[in-house]
């Protein structure tokens, strides 16, 4: 695919985990340089082999880290792409299955790391952390990833799963047509 010509819009990504497909789409008017970034990444393979590293049930899943592959060397949660974003905030909530960057505490130092909502809200987020997508499918799948048991870390909070799952690798594709549970509502009425 043609990231240059393609509209990012247009586009969707299935990432591939060891507990099934996640489909996520993206929000390229919100978010155009952290949409672009991410979608640059996963057709080069950044993603491929990264694991889920950070786990805080009906919180959020936390991936994207290269440290975080199998071999690698350097603390899993503190790895890039060698370049770091300006923040895009804006007003999509976080809410479950959203795609928000993680960030250490300069707001404008997100990379390649990012998290997936899984409670049904986490406002306190919102304004603070870039919104860039959101799961279509496979929120099933983000309840598996969020139901691995996890250990105490090195930052004292109970987040570093025993169990190893990682995003395989990210297919890139054409955004598929889907109908809003509403008017699935509507058609049924």
Known sequence: MDLESTDPATIEAVLVTDKGPLVVTFFPEHAPRHVRSFLTLAQQGFYDGVAFHRIIRNFMVQTGCPHSKKGAEGMPGTGGPGYQLPAEFN????????LSMA????????????????GDQASFLDGQYTVFGKVEEGLDVLDAIASVECDFGSSGERSKPKERVEIRGVELRPRQQRESAQSQQEGGA
């Open 91 to 98: 007003d999509v909530p976080h809410t479950r299955g959203v």
């Open 103 to 118: 960030r250490a505490r300069d707001p404008n130092s997100a990379g390649s790391q990012f998290f997936i909502v899984h």
